[in-house]
């Protein structure tokens, strides 16, 4: 027993696996516990035993497979991945439990077969089930059979698939085991419990004992219906309700559901084996059958008949057999051989069923002929003959031609019709019998019961009685409105007896159906609420009574048979509900009117109403509008009471008043009453006769659209035009246009008779009054946006001019959507039915078609044209084709009778001569459009064979036949094609064109319908045969059709469809199934009532939605297609662009083999867009996965192929290493060269990188590694940003990578992340990194840890997301980690939190372990006595990250990454000080930190902290103290106290209490305002800044968007922020503290503040703005100018990268920028240039020159010239010396820009601020400039030999101009003093010209920036104005600065120099002197302060703005205010003049 031991250690899984029986039993045993134990189906601990249940059940020990069965069946219940194991189990339980003698052996394994079916793995347990029975053991063959009949009975015949059951049955009942047999029963008993009698046939050749037997079984069988018992697990809710039943006592109802579905689910056909019976035709079949004697035709006819009488025929083509036949039915004389042939055409329809639809047509007519025999045996074949035919076919397609025969002369003709029509009615049901078929076979049948002969009026009635059954009273009573009672009460007591074909299911539909809509109705009908009761029509007879007598007023809808006919059928359509709704009445006398109206009228009313003063006429109507109002619904006599308002004067009313309230009154009864036709007529004479009134025209439109509300637009309509057109007045005849157009926008279109309307149009058209015309042409567009295209048929013939004006009015319809409309839906919403949707959709568009004359072309299609479509020389073929097309261009429109051209027109499709085929196509699709929608009859023996022509090896001939199909399909619908099994036959062509061709086909038209017919189901075969062709374009088709086949058929039926594969290729489909399930689109939507109409213009957008879908997700056939094709097309399903992709491709591909000189990566515009956008939309496969499959590469490869060089690619792709290390070295090479093509395909290069990750090579990683450190740099110095879509499908394969074991990977990966920082936010860095320290690899989660550290450490907390606290708690977990680098890693980066953070750590953390938390104190504590190693740490850091976070923040802003500061709201938690600190920008973090780590560690005497008078503050919201005074390393003793407080007061600034915050501004204020303590917050000013602009950020959001908050608590808050802001940036020393990012913050803060229009509508609103101006003006001033300079320049980069920014903030910017140049003279020499001019660097680089100008405005490109302009001004030459900084100067046009200003003052090094002087000047010229002097005469001279000359002239001004602009010091006097008079004046006028012109441009000169001369001249015009208007405004002294500075001003005008810049007081001193410096408190300072800018500020706002525009554009712009124009141009002129005179 020793080795028992042993086993007992090993873990379960092993047990079970071992050698030792007890071990695996004992296994076995625990392995049950477990399983039965584990609540989690999806639990890991599963997947560990996916391989050993088949061990479980096979087990060679009979005790230890017994143990092992139980366990298999808890594991099959409870595993979620159980499913994987169904087929090795299942085949193990077959083979190896049910020959086990033990019977529990057997019951389990039958269980765990159960519970496998249970978990929706039926198919593969069936199979293995039936595979069983072929085994030879008779013990499996029972209990297979037992588990089948087990499985049936639980789960039904819609789970357990019967048809191959039933296959083997016969095969069960010839065993020689009786057991065998008799299980076999028993299986056969409970088969027919579900499927009933369509078992008897696959059954009726076994043993006729066994089948007696059987049938005595059958009877026995209880006739209710079977239900299931157990469900899947997808079943749930179908069990719960099972349950309830149950409990309930198992109510029969409940199963309905259920059994309807059960019930009709198999048919015995289905069960039955093909026959194929055209090959055993005798041989002599067609000769016999048209032989003289009439014996022989017998014979060869009953050969025939025997054939058909196999129950299933094999499809085929039996055009010839079915054409023979038909002709022995129509022509044999034989009597008994006509009834032989029926015979055999019903044998062969019931024998083929759909398949024989195609044949319908051809034979029904001939039969209904031949019903004119008189003998019952004939008559008897015949009805079954038509009745099999009739299920082979549906009524639509076979509707003409009954019709056509329906009035026929012969009686027993009519009367056979109409039985037939009856039968046929019974097989139908409301969807398939719409109204559009209804309303001509009513027509049709109306006559019949009118008819002499009373056989055929009974057979009507029948008719109609079924009619009425199956569709309802509320469809059908429309059209019986003209019956009288007695007929129509025969109708009912027929439709009583009626016993529908579908049982009482769909009689049930229909009633549920028709009683919906009627309820809303219901107060609609005076009084008759009943008539509509059509629960059972039967039942009340009462009410129904009632309904015919109020319609019995038939005659007035007869006695207009315009009307009639239009509205009649058209109406019938759309308008369901109204129609049966109409109210008729008898006209009354007017005797009984007056009677009535007497009745609820006042009597002084009526007297007054034909009184001779109008006063009283009007006070009579107004007393009946009220009685009108007041009246109910059901007594209002609405008749009598229009005949009184029609009663003398009636409409001949002369007082417009009198006739204004008459027509609201007509309007109001309209609305009010029961509104009959009858009332209508009697006042819309009137009424169109008052349309065209000036003062009365909108009354009567109201009124009449109020009537065609109660009696239906088309019959309003209809009688309104013809009554406008009737009469003369032109004003009435466009005005009831104009009303029309409005009326059909607001009731839709339905039911309008477009026919009556165009003649009306028509005569509009040709009138004489110009308006008339217009309102036509204006209805005919409405009209277009329901009618579409067809509309304009009508109008073919018109004059051109005229016609050019309806196609400009279709035009501008083009692409409009008809409105949705809005009136007469309430009572129409009979249409709610389904039924009427469906034909809705179908008839709307159609019914204008309708409308158009169709010719008969049925006489021109003679034998001969035939003949000769037929004949032998391809020539006379064509000269036939001709004939056609021209017959068919000659009628337009025609009837769908065509002969015998069907035929002929078919073997004309496989015509050897490919160009007659494609004439064929081109005139089927002329056929289409001729023949409209009764093209349907044809699809099936016309439609079909185009189809086949799809599989034609030219590409020309498929499109061909592509179009041909759609133009069908257009007409057609989908319907007809996808009936019947046609479309599957072809579809099972193994042909590769056809497959992609109808596949693609499909899948463009599949998604648009909204039901499909069931047949669809047959093509899934062979679909499914598609997906694994050996042509990839069919597979991808296929691939792309998926999930359109399964948004109608559903993922079980599809599933179900693969039962029959083999076993790979089922999974493989099964895998697409599953795939195709996520992207299944949903069905259409029923189209709303108002676009059911399909627009002309818009008929192909039908479509185009479709296609888009299809593209969508056909392609994003998601995750795991095994198949590499999948992604060739990239997702385009649409054929054009796989087209033009290919070519794309070819064309490289012809040079590129031989030659690899060109650029490796092609730009392709919008690629990198396109591709993005392709992923959103999930047309193509999301680059996400664990390891790459075989589709992702493929998809990589089709998206390369457009933009990769072929050759490259090659290499990319190659399976072999080495040619990815070439390629990679290629890619290195060509980086830099490049840089554009990398970035545009940066997307696809990471992607491909990704898949190097995974390869196994060390040398290819280390290749790639290199690259992408060389590819981030370059990104890096292009400011380029990761997108989101390359970040996602990049950084986490990457991560990966850190957990290499290899080091120097390692490393290499770890400096690429920290590359990534630079082109990609850190915060989102985080997330990807904070996802990889979920890693199994340790390595991967130490390396994750220890970046997550560096990213805090560099960038502050704010980089932590989701939030600090979260991912804290989430670096925390890993302190407990199993491995001890982890475990080291997660302690040193939260350590490096906490030198960042402080004590706030353990807050954030929160609840850690014990022992986790003193390794983490003990960590802190030893990183604290070693304090020298952060700051280190920190430096190297430094330069590498933070360099260009400080300076180029912009870097990091740049393009979707967005301003990490700003994001720092959303991560706050509002409430608790404590959060400010962490919340940090991070570009600032650093300073903190440095200062904090100054001040060394801290000794423990933080109690004297509790002394400080701040105390009371501190108690709530402090830190428990120990903590602190143990661990926190930072502050030195001299500080501990003051900073301490500080940092604290600070932290509070930002609180989201207003209170606190205030309370601790004000201490901050105090400490400011005394000059000995405002030392002490040196070192926290970055600190303070942030927490207040923290605050504004705070205010912003949230306090001003808070209802609650009282606004004067804002306010105050914003003073003290301001006050304690203006406070510090007094003291020059602390404001040169702030860095940059702060500033930058702190700008964008203020500027907000000053935008903000919440702020303005405050009380004290227009204050705030004020001192916030002035704090503005202080910032500028006082802060170091490089920071301030360097943060406005970052800012500005920012708003005008960030869309969302608006341009009034850059304008802002702008200015402030503006006022830093202008302070610059003074402050040039303590600026550091080299950092500005980076600046503006990385600004050049983000914005060139071409996207500036691109700007809305122009003040982006102005400003930053100015700036240069100015620096040079300042610098001269040496500025070249300051791109120190600058790493790639050629990266922006800075250097070019720079070099171009000081090109020309090279010669004359002097500064440029020194110009030319006047005489009163001095000025000392050095000796270089005295020796370019020689040089300068040398140009000048040069310049006047040009305007000298004739040819030059301009060019010379030009030059001169240009040259006087740079150097206006340069002197001309000499060379014109020798000239002319007349030569000096053209050169002065010229100059003149060329300045004002340039000046009107605002163009800058030579684009040099602005002279130094202009600036000054338009610079200070308005700061003068500003600062005097200042010094007035305010009453104050104006000191004499100002004077002075506008000495300079006027000095600098007139040219004369200001000796030196720098002396100047800056301006802004100016503009702020008012302020004094220092006030009492932060309140009382800020009010004074205030009061003083109050007035000023707007006029400052003002001429600011105007200055600034003036000051950059290049000469003044009159911009700034008239006279300061007119000043400038003065000047000029006064300043010209003197220095003529100087040089003289």
């Not at 697990?233 to 309830?244: C, I, P, T, V």
């Amino acid at each position: 027993m020793g080795d028992d031991s042993e086993w007992m250690k090993l873990p379960i899984d092993q047990k079970c696996e071992h050698k030792l029986w007890k071990a695996r039993l004992n296994g076995y045993e625990e392995a049950l516990k477990l399983f039965q134990k584990i609540d989690d189906e999806k639990s890991p601990e599963w997947s560990k035993y996916l391989g050993l249940i088949k061990k479980f059940v096979t087990d060679s020990n009979a005790v230890a497979q017994l143990k092992g069965l139980e366990a298999a069946l808890a594991y099959v219940e409870n595993a979620h991945v159980a499913g994987k194991t169904t087929g090795e189990v299942a085949s193990g339980v077959v083979n190896k439990v049910f020959n086990q003698p033990k019977a529990r052996a057997k019951e389990l394994g039958l269980d765990i077969c159960l519970m496998y079916i249970e978990i929706e793995k039926g198919e593969a347990v069936q199979e293995e089930l039936l595979k069983g029975l072929d085994n030879k053991n008779p013990k499996i063959i029972v209990a297979c059979i037992e588990t089948l009949r087990k499985a049936l009975s639980e789960f039904g015949s819609k789970i357990i698939s019967l048809k191959p059951i039933i296959k083997v049955l016969p095969k069960l009942f010839e065993s020689r085991e009786k057991a065998v047999r008799d299980e076999a029963k028993l299986l056969a008993v409970e088969i027919y419990r579900w499927i009933r009698d369509a078992l008897r046939p696959p059954l009726q050749n076994i043993n006729s004992v066994q089948l007696k037997e059987l049938e005595e079984e059958w009877v026995k069988v209880s006739s209710a219906a079977p239900k299931q018992t157990r469900f899947l697990r997808s079943q749930q809710e179908l069990k719960a309700k099972f349950e309830q039943q149950q409990a309930v006592g198992g109510d029969a109802d409940g199963g309905g559901d259920d059994e309807e579905e059960a019930v009709p689910q198999v048919d015995a056909y289905e069960l039955l084996e093909a026959v194929e019976i055209l090959s055993k035709l005798p041989k002599d079949f067609y000769e016999k059958i048209e032989a003289k004697k009439w014996q022989e035709r017998k014979e060869a006819l009953e050969a025939v008949e025997l054939l058909v009488k196999n129950p299933k025929l094999e499809s085929g083509d039996y055009a010839d057999l079915v054409k023979v036949l038909k002709k022995v039915v129509g022509k044999d004389t034989n009597v008994m051989l006509v009834a032989l042939a029926a015979k055999c055409l019903a044998g062969l329809a019931a024998g083929l069923r759909k398949k024989f639809g195609q044949y319908a047509g051809h034979v029904v007519p001939t039969i209904l002929e031949k019903f004119k025999e008189k003998k019952p045996q004939v008559v008897q074949a015949l009805q079954e003959a038509i009745d099999a035919i009739f299920l082979t076919t549906t009524l639509q397609n076979i509707s003409e031609d009954v019709l056509a025969v329906m009035d026929n002369k012969n009686p027993t003709i009519k009367q056979q019709t109409s039985l037939f029509i009856a039968r046929s009615f019974r097989h139908c049901t409301p969807s398939t019998l719409p109204k559009s078929l209804l309303k001509p076979f009513c027509a049709a049948l109306l006559k019949h019961i009118n008819d002499s002969a009373p056989e055929v009026r009974d057979a009507g009635f029948e008719a109609l009685g079924t009619a009425l059954k199956v569709a309802g009273e509320k469809a059908v009573n429309p059209f019986l409105a003209d019956v009288d009672k007695l007929k129509l009460d025969r109708i009912k007591e027929c439709a009583e007896k009626v016993e529908l074909i579908y049982g009482k299911k769909t009689g049930g539909a229909a009633e549920k159906k028709e009683g919906k809509p009627i309820t809303g109705k219901a107060p609609a009908l005076s009084g008759s609420g009943g008539d509509k009761e059509t629960k059972d029509a039967a039942t009340k007879p009462g009410p129904l009574k009632k309904a015919p007598t109020v319609k019995s007023g038939g005659p007035p809808k007869k006695g207009k048979p315009a009307a009639a006919a239009g509205m009649g059928g058209a109406g019938a359509k759309g308008k369901k509900g109204p129609e049966t709704k109409e109210i008729f009445e008898s006209e009354l006398s007017i005797e009984v009117c007056e009677e009535k109206a007497a009745a609820v009228l006042p009597a002084s009313c009526i007297q007054q109403l034909d009184s001779g003063n109008w006063k009283e006429r009007l006070a009579c109507m107004e007393e009946f509008q009220k009685a009108v109002e007041l009246m109910e619904r059901s007594e209002m006599p609405c008749q009598a009471l229009v005949r009184m308002l029609a009663k003398k004067p009636g409409w001949k009313e002369t007082n417009f008043q009198v006739m204004q309230m008459k027509l609201h009154i007509v309007a109001l009864i309209a609305q009010k009453g029961n509104f009959s036709k009858t009332s209508a007529q009697v006042v819309l004479d009137g009424l169109v006769d008052k349309v065209g009134d000036v003062k009365c025209g909108s009354n009567a439109k109201e009124a009449m659209t109020a009537i065609a509300e109660a009696c239906q637009l088309p019959w309003t309509a209809e009688q309104v035009v013809a009554m406008a057109f009737s009469q003369k007045n032109p004003k009435n005849q466009s005005e009831t246009l104009n009303w029309l157009s409005n009326a059909i926008k607001e009731f839709g279109f339905s039911g309008l008779n477009v026919k009556a309307f165009i003649s009306n149009v028509k005569t509009a058209l040709a009138a004489t009054n110009p308006a008339v015309r217009t309102s036509a042409i204006t209805l005919l567009g409405v009209m277009y946006l329901y009618v579409g295209p067809p509309l304009r048929m009508f109008f073919e013939d018109e004059k051109p001019a005229l016609l050019s004006q309806i196609d400009a009015e279709f035009e501008k319809m083009q692409g409009q959507m008809a409105p949705a409309p809005t009136r007469g839906i309430s009572r129409h919403s009979g249409g709610g039915g389904d039924d009427g949707e469906e034909e809705e959709q179908e008839d709307v568009g159609n019914d204008v078609v309708d409308l158009l004359p169709r010719t008969d072309i049925g006489d021109k299609i003679t034998a001969e044209l035939v003949s000769k479509i037929g004949d032998k020389n391809w020539k006379i073929r064509k000269e036939g084709l001709d004939e056609v097309t021209s017959i068919i261009n000659d009628a337009k429109f025609i009837q769908p009778n065509i002969g015998e051209l069907p035929a002929a027109l078919k073997s004309r499709l496989n015509d050897s001569n490919k160009i007659l085929v494609q004439q064929t196509l081109s005139i089927l699709q002329q056929l289409a459009t001729a023949m409209g929608p009764n093209i349907k009859q044809h699809v099936k023996n016309l439609g079909i064979p185009v189809i086949t022509v799809l599989g034609d090896s030219k590409n020309n001939v498929r499109a061909a036949a592509l179009a041909t199909v759609n133009a069908w399909a257009e007409q057609t619908g989908m319907k007809e094609w996808l009936e019947g099994e046609d479309l599957s036959e072809e579809l099972k062509k193994e042909n590769p064109f056809l497959r992609q061709e109808l596949l693609g086909w499909l899948a463009e038209k599949l998604p648009t319908l909204r039901s499909v017919p069931s047949d669809l189901l047959l093509c899934v075969p062979h679909l499914y045969s598609c997906l694994e062709d050996r042509n990839g374009d069919v597979r991808k088709k296929a691939q792309d059709a998926l999930p359109f086949f399964m948004m109608h058929l559903g993922f079980e039926k599809m599933a179900k469809a693969t039962s029959k594969l083999k076993p790979t290729s089922k999974d493989q489909v099964l895998a697409m199934l599953e795939k195709a399930k996520a992207n299944m689109p949903a069905k259409p939507a029923p189209p709303a009532k108002a676009s059911s109409r399909v627009v002309g213009g818009a008929a192909p957008a039908k479509f185009q939605p479709a296609s888009a879908l299809a593209e969508d997700s056909g392609s994003n056939t998601m995750e795991s297609k095994p198949d590499p094709k999948k992604a060739k097309a990239g997702g385009a399903s649409s054929k054009a662009k796989g087209v033009q992709g290919k070519k794309v491709l070819s064309k490289p591909n012809l040079k590129e083999d031989d030659d690899k000189s060109g650029p490796i990566f092609i730009i392709v515009p919008n690629g990198k867009e396109q591709r993005m956008k392709d992923e959103k939309g999930l047309k193509v496969l999301k680059w996400n996965f664990t390891t790459p499959r075989d589709e992702y590469i493929e998809q990589l490869k089709t998206q390369m192929s457009s933009c990769v060089a072929k050759w490259l690619q090659d290499e990319m792709f190659h399976a072999d290493f080495q040619h990815h290390n070439k390629a990679l070295a290629v890619m290195i090479e060509h980086l830099e060269i490049e840089k554009d093509g990398v970035i545009s395909c940066l997307d696809l290069i990471l992607k491909w990188l990704t898949l190097r990750f995974f390869d196994t090579n060390t040398s290819v990683l280390m290749k790639a590694l290199e690259y992408l450190k060389l590819l981030f740099n370059l990104l890096s110095q292009e400011e380029y940003h990761l997108t989101e879509n390359e970040a996602s499908s990049f950084i986490p394969y990457l991560i990966l990578k850190v957990g290499e074991p290899k080091d120097v990977i390692r490393k290499d990966v770890r400096a690429i992340l920290n590359r990534m920082c630079l082109i990609y936010p850190a915060s989102k860095m985080f997330t990807f990194i904070m996802e990889g320290t979920k890693s199994k690899n340790s390595k991967q989660r130490a390396e994750c840890l220890e970046e997550l550290g560096c990213l805090v450490e560099s960038y502050g907390m704010n980089v932590c997301q989701p939030t600090p606290g979260k991912a804290l708690k989430e670096m925390a977990t890993h302190i407990g980690d199993r491995d001890n680098t982890v475990r080291n890693a997660a302690l040193n980066t939260i350590v490096t939190v906490y030198n960042v953070h402080g004590d706030q750590v353990f807050k954030l953390i929160g609840n850690l372990s014990e022992k986790d938390m003193s390794m983490l104190e003990e960590r802190i504590k030893r990183s604290a006595k070693r304090p020298s190693a952060a700051p280190v740490r920190q430096a190297e850091e430094k330069p590498q990250r933070t360099q260009n976070i400080s300076a180029n923040a912009s870097m990091l802003r740049k393009g979707p990454a967005e301003d990490m500061s700003s994001k720092l709201n959303q991560n706050r938690n509002m409430g608790s000080h404590s959060e400010t600190t962490h919340t940090v920008p991070r570009e600032f973090q650093l300073d903190l930190d440095e200062i904090e780590n100054d001040n060394g560690t801290v000794r423990c005497e933080m109690p004297a902290l509790v002394q400080h008078k701040l105390d009371d503050i501190f108690e709530p919201v402090l830190i428990p103290e120990p903590k602190i005074r143990a661990v926190s390393p930072h502050f030195d003793d001299m500080h501990s106290n003051t900073a301490s407080t500080i940092n604290f007061v600070i932290s509070q600034v930002a609180s989201g209490d207003i209170n606190t915050s205030i309370q601790a501004l004000a201490q901050i204020d105090e400490v400011l305002r005394q000059e000995d303590k405002a030392e002490a917050m040196s070192g926290h000013i970055d600190q303070f800044l942030i927490a207040t602009f923290m605050q504004l950020r705070l205010i912003y959001n949230t306090h001003m968007a808070d209802e609650k908050l009282d606004k004067d608590e804002i306010v105050k808050l914003y003073s003290c922020i301001i006050g304690s802001m203006i406070s510090l940036f007094q003291i020059e020393s602390l404001a040169r503290e702030a860095s940059t990012g702060v500033l930058k913050d702190l700008m964008h803060g203020l500027i907000t503040l000053m935008l903000d229009s919440r702020v303005e509508d405050l009380e004290e609103g227009e204050q705030v703005i004020r001192s916030v101006n002035l704090l503005v003006v202080k910032v500028l001033e006082k802060s170091d100018q490089t920071n301030i300079l360097s943060a406005l320049l970052v800012l500005l980069q920012d708003s005008l990268l960030a869309t969302a920014s608006s341009p009034k903030f850059s304008e802002l910017v702008m200015k402030c920028l503006w006022r830093m140049v202008r302070l610059l003279p003074e402050t040039i020499n303590s600026i550091n240039l080299d950092r500005i001019l980076l600046d503006i660097h990385i600004f050049m680089k983000v914005f060139p020159k071409e996207k500036l100008k691109q700007c809305k405005s122009e003040f982006p490109i102005r400003t930053l010239k100015t700036l240069l302009h100015t620096l040079c001004k300042l610098k001269g030459p040496k500025i070249l010396d300051h791109l120190t900084m600058i790493d790639n100067k050629n990266e922006s046009e800075l250097e070019a820009h720079l070099c171009r200003v000081m090109k020309h003052s090279m010669d004359q090094t002097g500064s440029k601020a020194d110009k030319d002087t006047e005489k009163g000047a001095s000025r000392i010229v050095s000796k270089e400039e005295k020796a370019s002097k020689a040089k300068v005469n040398d140009i000048l001279a040069e310049i006047f030999k040009k305007i000298g000359s004739k040819e030059n002239t301009k060019e010379g001004l030009a030059e001169l101009y240009e040259y006087k602009k740079k150097y206006s010091d340069a002197d001309i006097e000499p060379f014109l003093k020798n000239s002319s008079q007349f030569f000096q004046s053209y050169v002065e006028r010229g100059l003149r010209l060329i300045e004002t012109e340039r000046e009107g441009k605002g163009r800058i000169a030579a684009s040099t920036g602005i002279s130094p001369q202009m600036e000054g001249t338009c610079v200070p015009a308005s700061t003068h104005t500003v600062s005097s208007s200042i010094g007035n405004t305010n009453g104050e002294e104006v000191g004499p600065s100002v004077y002075l500075e506008r000495l300079k001003i006027l000095r600098q005008r007139c040219g004369l120099d200001n000796a030196k810049q720098e002396d100047r007081p800056p301006l802004t001193s100016l503009l702020s002197k008012p302020a004094l410096p220092t006030v009492a408190s932060s309140t009382d300072m800020l009010h004074s302060k205030l009061s003083q800018l109050r007035e000023s500020r707007e006029q400052y706002q003002h001429l600011d703005l105007d200055s600034n525009q003036t000051h950059s554009s290049g000469i003044g712009t009159t911009l700034a205010s008239p006279s300061s124009a007119a000043a400038n141009i003065d000047d000029l002129k006064k300043r010209l003049e003197r220095i003529k005179s100087s040089r003289k």
